[in-house]
Nanobody, 121 residues
């Protein structure tokens, strides 16, 4: 069974920083990409950042220049460094991985449980 476990969320003041971590574990065969989504109350879940196995990255326009996604392939871990946080960044952040497992070799999406990020003004 594949699991994604997030950590690093919390409460910070506007302008502060947080670093989120997400570790994938289980019978992983191959990881194509890992990323972060977020969902604020009453809003649709949106992609924040994604990084491919080759290291290419994409970001939500509103976080460009403030957030940085990175990964440690050996640890199957993805990070999201969030700087200059704004109140509108407040949301539950979910780790996502597109991967295949030894039990199901086709690529599919897996999700973490979510970690709350709250930015006060």
């Amino acid at each position: 069974q594949v699991q994604l476990v997030e950590s690093g969320g919390g409460l910070v003041q506007a302008g502060g920083s947080l670093r989120l971590s997400c570790a994938a574990s289980g019978n992983i065969f191959s990881i194509k990409a890992m990323g972060w989504y977020r969902q604020a109350p009453g809003k649709q879940r949106e992609l924040v950042a994604v990084i491919s196995s080759g290291g290419s990255t994409n970001y939500l326009d509103s976080v460009k220049g403030r957030f940085t996604i990175s990964r440690d392939n050996a640890k199957n871990t993805v990070y999201l460094q969030m700087n200059s946080l704004k109140p509108e960044d407040t949301a539950v952040y979910y780790c996502n991985a597109e991967l295949s497992s030894h039990y199901y070799l086709a690529m599919r999406d897996y999700w973490g449980q979510g970690t709350q990020v709250t930015v006060s003004s």
